[in-house]
């Protein structure tokens, strides 16, 4: 398979089924995920959550294409990523994922506009069309009077913003969101939800966010629960995480 995927006939879906991950740590194999299964249809939001140690973040990182099962097998957008190199990893990476981060990973002393059109400079985007899709994108965000204005400048929920700007600025199908309340202030975080809220309201984006805070979890229609590595709990909201 080549590189230049067509996405556009593959399904907007995440297929997980008997993921294991095992890592070599010094003379043994440590087993981080024990048989995971879920999938997430189209448009859902769904919430991950879990005890530190848990295995959530070694499961964003298979979800994010960054890694690649053990055993057992995860489908993103109906491509099985334990078959795809690197190059067709980092296209699928680029053009059907968005990523949100607890730290915002902004480049501080550049523009709001040119960090959020970053992704389509690594897509070969030329420079006045990616200016003009990043200020799409932060006007999505209600931030487009920040364009030129560089994160070190700005509040922690605008720097938030410009990172989910960032995130959705190649239209993904899917955000995967690692605690992206976990730096802001209470209610700088619900201002954040109902952003991601809106988001998958009118695009239909795909959210997963993984999270502690339970006000956060509430918000999903879903709640999928690691504990050791397995899913302990698959369902509807709960008031207890």
């Known amino acids: 398979m080549s590189a230049a995927l067509d996405l556009s006939l ?6 997980v089924d008997g993921l294991e991950r095992r890592f070599r740590v010094g003379e043994e194999d440590v087993t981080v995920l024990r048989g995971v299964t879920f999938h997430i249809a ?5 919430a991950l ?3 530190s140690g848990s295995g959530k973040s070694t499961l964003m990182y298979q979800l994010g294409c960054l890694d690649t099962p053990s055993a057992g097998s995860v489908r ?5 990523i334990s078959t795809l190199g690197d190059a ?3 296209t699928l990476r680029n053009r059907f994922i968005g990523f949100v981060f607890q730290s915002f990973n902004l480049l501080p002393r550049t523009s709001a506009v040119d960090n959020v059109a970053m992704p389509l400079r690594y897509a070969g985007v030329g420079l006045r069309e990616r200016r003009q899709r990043a200020r799409v994108a932060l006007d999505r965000v209600s931030l487009s ?4 204005y560089s994160p070190e400048r700005l509040s922690g929920g605008e720097r938030q913003r410009i990172a989910i700007a960032r995130a959705i600025v190649t239209n993904p199908e899917l955000l995967l969101c690692d605690e ?5 202030d209470q209610k700088v975080g619900r201002e954040i ?6 988001l998958n309201r009118d695009l239909g984006v795909t959210l997963v966010i993984v999270t502690h805070d339970p006000a956060v979890a509430r918000r999903t229609r879903r709640v999928i629960r690691i504990v050791d590595g397995q899913v302990e709990r698959d369902g509807p909201p709960t008031g207890e995480l």
């Open 180 to 184: 992206p309340t976990g730096n802001l």
């Open 145 to 148: 009077h920040r364009a030129d």
């Open 49 to 51: 959550t879990g005890p």
């Open 193 to 198: 939800i109902d952003l991601f809220e809106a």
């Open 42 to 46: 189209r448009g859902e939001y769904v």
């Open 88 to 90: 067709e990893l980092a």
């Open 76 to 80: 993103l957008a109906g491509y099985d």
């Open 10 to 15: 593959a399904p907007p879906l995440v297929q």
